[in-house]
């Protein structure tokens, strides 16, 4: 057992989120962790590019082009990017904006290690704009503020699994939503390296105090 986490990363697009991640370890904010592999099913998207440049290795895998959720060319899919992500021994799997839903096929060989990045507070504005819909509530007088949240991904439910992590963002008056947007964003990118933080602590902690257990074993017999 190694005391580095090991991470994968599945995203859609930009990379915001997996930037802050690789600028956090790189930087030495975050220790004791390591991004293992991004998979991206949008060619050309900017992650990719970001993958290369910072030397993580990569996988573009788009998607059956109209399947529907559940079809055997998704559930075919997802086995495939199971194998995929399989192959660099994952601890967890993190979702910084994959914009595809995940079936059985691909999350029961990761049970409780997939991690999904959503803007939005539990329970609020599940699925695709949520941003945009958070916005759109604001403008009507129904909320006056939305936020973002990490949680486990153990089934096919949208935005509904076990919450890690969260944190409210305020909606201003005088908000664009290109503004919100970007509060939005730069408040995922704290919670993002949090988490992982705590994750990479978590598993230094475990792992030395195994290794104890294992030598006072040992010591016990002799060894």
């Not at 590019?49 to 895998?61: E, K, M, N, Y």
């Not at 079809?71 to 979702?95: K, Q």
């Not at 079936?103 to 060989?109: N, V």
């Not at 991904?153 to 509904?160: L, S």
């Amino acid at each position: 057992m190694s005391n580095v986490l090991r991470l994968v990363v599945l995203a859609s697009g930009e990379g915001s989120n997996f930037q802050a991640l690789l600028d956090a370890i790189e930087s030495g904010s975050i220790r004791g962790a390591r991004i293992e592999g991004l998979v991206c099913d949008v060619p050309g998207a900017g992650c990719v590019q970001r993958a290369v440049q910072h030397g993580i290795p990569s996988f573009i895998l788009p998607g059956p082009a109209r399947a529907k959720r559940g079809s055997p060319e998704r559930l075919a899919y997802d086995e495939r990017l199971a194998v995929i992500v399989r192959s660099w021994r994952p601890d967890y799997v993190l979702l910084l904006g994959w914009m595809r839903l995940l079936s059985q096929a691909f999350l029961q060989h990761f049970p409780e290690r997939v991690i999904n990045l959503h803007p939005a507070l539990p329970g609020t504005f599940p699925g695709t704009h949520a941003i945009e819909r958070a916005f759109e509530a604001f403008l009507a007088g129904s909320i006056e503020k939305t936020g973002v949240m990490l949680h486990l991904v153990p089934d096919e439910g949208v935005d509904a699994g076990p919450v890690l992590r969260f944190a409210e963002v305020p909606i201003y008056k005088e908000d664009t939503l290109e503004i919100l947007t970007a509060r939005i964003h730069s408040v995922e990118h704290r919670e993002v390296v949090a988490m992982v933080e705590d994750l990479a602590r978590s598993k230094s902690i475990n792992y030395f105090y195994e290794k104890e257990i294992a030598n006072a074993s040992r010591a016990d017999f002799g060894l």
